[in-house]
């Protein structure tokens, strides 16, 4: 049963996205004027109103198709303002490629039924999945072939807090895509900054042992696996004769627009943030460490104990106000977000991870990279500013990811 802490959740300003909103209503009006009456008996009227449903739904994706459409010629224009999507919805990303909705949404509409239903209405979820489907025929009917595919760690590839076991579902297509020569990259909010990479090792312990004993991926392939830690702060590159992950010295990707940050800047950002964590600590009675790393700085439950949902989003929503007005703040980049245990301000964010991927790999662009995350709300949520570096899919399970990257496969794509 849905519950009314549900219901009021799901309406804060901070955890809704404004373009799926945007399309939920427009959806709403034919799902209202359209879907029909309930009928159970009269078979052939519930398929006239469901065949008039479906067109409905299906003119309004097509229509939102041709706004993107525009927003790319206006991007490309150096003209975003006169974007009629922009005007719409002024918070709304940046697209990488064309989204063929309406052909995604037949897709969809045959799996979740959404032409039938009476009393329930396009939802966020159907959305959601109906974007990412609509991204996964864009990539395989693109003219540029798609190179690079980076993950979230937690929620993405494996249960939150929990490792990557060989015996997930989620490794088969990993390796899949590395047999297809496509780069895969481990974009985790994750920070350790032992050269060794242990740590890192052990949450993919499953991953790099599948990929150490398998015979389908050359000793090449092999090295296509990248771990980006600390939102963009560590890289380690798969070595296959070594069994391990390998670190990569800075100087060979960080991206240009960081190399220039101060370090009195980040410690200044740093000590801010450890300042509002420790506060907020404190005013509110947490059962909670702070935690302060190299390039990050956490609010992290102590043993036994648990923080509540809003009581992380209290903090991590005081922590980005107080953090972005300061002067420090708005020379470099950081990202405060709620990892769902815990609260972490991080420098730097998964905008600058990717690119540095992008760069390290070849220069690698936007519409040849897809980033699967399962956080992108507006604010606390660090898959986010993915979207101006990449092509991105929303997920809300490890399951999901293994039906995006399967449905690459089942489009022909790879």
């Known amino acids: 049963m849905t519950t009314r802490y549900r219901v009021e959740y799901a309406l804060k300003t901070h955890r809704r996205d404004e373009f799926i909103e945007w399309l939920k209503g427009l959806l709403a009006v034919p799902f209202v004027l359209h879907a029909g009456p309930i009928s159970l008996s009269k078979s052939g009227n519930d398929s006239r109103s469901a065949a008039e449903a479906r067109r409905r739904y299906a003119e309004i994706f097509h229509d939102v198709e041709k706004l993107i459409e525009n927003q790319i010629y206006h991007d490309r224009a150096q003209t975003s303002d006169h974007a009629r999507l922009r005007q719409l919805v002024p918070s709304v990303s940046q697209f990488f490629t064309k989204l063929p909705l309406e052909r995604a949404f037949y897709v969809q509409d045959e799996l979740r039924s959404m032409s039938f239903r009476r009393l329930v209405a396009p939802s966020f979820n159907d959305i959601r999945i109906i974007l990412n489907t609509a991204q996964a025929m ?192 708005k020379k470099i980049e950081f990202c405060a977000f709620n990892g769902g245990a815990d609260v972490w301000v991080d420098i730097g964010n998964k905008r600058l991870g990717v690119k540095a991927l992008q760069m390290y790999l070849g220069d690698i662009m936007g519409q040849q990279t897809l980033h699967v995350g399962d956080q992108f709300a507006s604010l606390g949520a660090n898959d986010f500013k993915a979207r101006l570096a990449a092509c991105t899919a929303w997920i809300a399970s490890p399951s999901e990811t293994v039906d995006c990257i399967n449905e690459l496969c089942i489009l022909g794509y790879l």
């Open 138 to 329: 864009s990539l395989a009917d693109g003219k540029l072939p798609l190179k690079l595919v980076t993950f979230d760690g937690d929620v993405t590839l494996y249960d939150d807090g929990m490792s990557l076991e060989i015996d997930s579902p989620v490794i088969a297509p990993l390796i899949n895509l590395l047999s297809r020569n496509v780069f895969v990259g481990i974009v985790t909010a994750a920070g350790y900054s032992e050269k060794s990479g242990e740590m890192y090792a052990k949450r993919l312990h499953g991953l790099l042992k599948s990929i150490t004993v398998s015979r389908v991926l050359t000793l090449e392939q092999k090295t296509n696996l990248l771990v980006m830690g600390g939102e963009s702060n560590y890289m380690f590159r798969y070595n296959p004769e070594e069994e391990q992950l390998q670190w990569v010295e800075p100087s060979k990707w960080v991206c240009e627009e960081t190399i220039n940050w101060k370090e009195s800047d980040i410690n200044d950002v740093l000590d801010i943030a450890e300042s509002v964590l420790a506060q907020m600590k404190a005013r509110m009675n947490l059962p909670a460490q702070i935690i302060r790393k190299y390039r990050g700085v956490g609010l992290v439950p102590l043993p036994g104990c648990r923080l509540g949902r809003e009581q992380l989003e209290e903090v991590v929503l005081t922590a980005q106000q107080c953090i972005e007005v300061a002067e420090s703040a």
